[in-house]
């Protein structure tokens, strides 16, 4: 081989070496944390499987190239939310995904600073996580899934698969969904102009449902709206269960409500862990949570249980058949 040949292979090979090490260098381990509201269920534990498998699907793999820190709450327990929010901001983590508006609170009164990423808030401008929906201006951004007319919309719902009723109480949890108010103001305009009695009905634990739906059917043609609040949701087998014994029609924010026998759902069909899976890989790409817009749903889902219905003596009429998205038989 010639002297400049040899100089020449020399130095391609200098140059290819440390290309092919930096290849085979690991991928950067990325940190992210997730804050549950709840303890630790099947229910959760599904949730954040579908956050995982929707990251490996942008590219971000468990073990690879991320690592995800998961801690787990209690709905009705502010203080060990609050102490599994304390133990993610020590794990110094890229950002933070919290599951509601419990965890949000718990996360924000910990870090201005970590960008949080909520999959599932019903009010985040009066719950003071955002400025503006469209530009939320600090750490916070994510999804919401509900949008406040709905409050006239869901007894709009209710006059229409039972036209009878004249009285609807409105139950919610104060202390979980601090956003109640929202909600007040189109339920109530839709009463009016209904002429429906509007009932508000605060519950502050498990023990108070019995009570609260056994009132509402002592008296005739009422019925139930239940506002969303994962309170709710957490008791939503001896909600459905008391609806039933008492006969009362009851509308429902989501669809599990029907699934497991309630009597018509109103909501967002998207699937919010799968979404918060997108921003994510947007801020650990660079992005600010500053300049990511809330996102909320332009597209609701009606399920009806027809089964419930016959239970309770109603007739669904066609016209509301026709519009239901799915019909629980």
Do not use: C
């Amino acid at each position: 081989m010639k002297r400049r040949e040899f100089i020449t292979l020399l130095g391609g090979a200098a140059v290819a070496w440390p290309l092919a090490a930096r290849a085979q260098q690991p991928d950067r381990m990325r940190r992210i944390g997730v804050l549950m509201a709840f303890a630790e269920n099947e229910e959760g534990k599904a949730f954040v499987a579908t956050f995982r498998e929707a990251l490996q699907k942008l590219g971000w793999t468990e073990g690879r190239n991320i690592q995800i820190h998961t801690r787990w709450g209690a709905i009705d327990d502010a203080e060990s939310r609050q102490r599994s929010a304390k133990e993610l901001v020590a794990l110094q983590p890229e950002l933070i995904v919290t599951q509601n508006t419990p965890a949000t609170v718990a996360m924000f009164q910990q870090t201005h600073t970590i960008p949080i990423i909520f999959a599932l808030v019903a009010d985040p401008v009066g719950s003071g996580f955002v400025k503006t929906l469209a530009h939320p201006g600090g750490n916070v951004t994510g999804f919401t899934t509900i949008d406040a007319s709905l409050g006239g919309k869901w007894l709009e719902l209710l006059k229409e698969i039972a036209p009878r009723v004249n009285r609807v109480a409105f139950l919610f949890n104060p202390a979980t969904a601090p956003y109640f108010d929202t909600y007040l103001n189109p339920f109530k305009a839709a009463a009016a102009s209904f002429g429906v009695e509007a009932i508000l009905v605060p519950v502050h634990d498990r023990a108070e449902f019995d009570t609260v739906i056994a009132a509402q059917a002592r008296e005739p043609n009422s019925g139930l709206i239940m506002m969303p609040d994962d309170f709710l949701n957490v008791h939503r087998v001896e909600i459905i269960s008391l609806a039933a014994r008492y006969r009362l029609p009851a509308v429902y924010p989501f669809r599990f409500y029907p699934e497991l026998g309630g009597l018509l759902s109103y909501g967002s069909a998207r699937n919010q862990f799968q979404l918060a899976a997108t921003y994510v890989d947007r801020i650990l790409k660079g992005e600010k949570s500053a300049d990511l817009p809330v996102q909320a749903p332009t597209k609701y889902e009606l399920v009806i249980n027809l089964k419930t219905a016959k239970a309770l003596g109603l007739t669904v009429l066609p016209t509301l058949l026709d519009r239901a998205d799915e019909v629980i038989e």
